[in-house]
């Protein structure tokens, strides 16, 4: 299998198609940084990942989601959040994510939003990423 995850190329598709892995994950997003949660991949871009180079034998694809750091490069940053954290953001982690309170409800809101969206998409399933955060409190 292959993961591609928070290293997204734009509009790789293609690229990602004529691969032979039996199990690709993929952030739902087609690019980084993103402006909209319309910044995701399409249902027929995912469907299309579902059939192997051969035409014939599919594979499974899943979404990647990051649920314990937050990316400043995602639509849902604020610019304001650079200035002051809102309450679920703890701290920098690295040089675009930070550590969130993943159980704070404003949190979990956003987290939800993309796995409906990228379940919309018509992803065989999802892996979840940051979940190592549990140990920084």
Known sequence: FII??????????????????????????S???????D???????????KVKSDGSTRRLVYAYIDIGYANSNYYY???????E???????DYEYTKYQTKYWRSTWKAYI???I???DDL??????FGGLDAHRNY
């Open 122 to 127: 018509g992803f065989d399933g999802f892996v």
């Open 4 to 29: 591609i995850h928070d290293n997204v190329v734009t509009n790789a598709i293609s690229e990602i198609a004529a691969l032979n892995y039996d199990l690709i994950i993929i952030n739902p997003f």
């Open 39 to 49: 910044d995701m991949y399409t249902k027929e871009n995912i469907t299309s990942l």
């Open 112 to 114: 939800i939003n993309i």
């Open 85 to 91: 954290y809102p309450v679920w953001i703890d701290d």
């Open 77 to 83: 940053w604020d610019s304001d959040w650079d200035i």
């Open 116 to 118: 409906n969206e990228a």
């Open 31 to 37: 690019s980084i940084p993103n402006s909209t949660i």
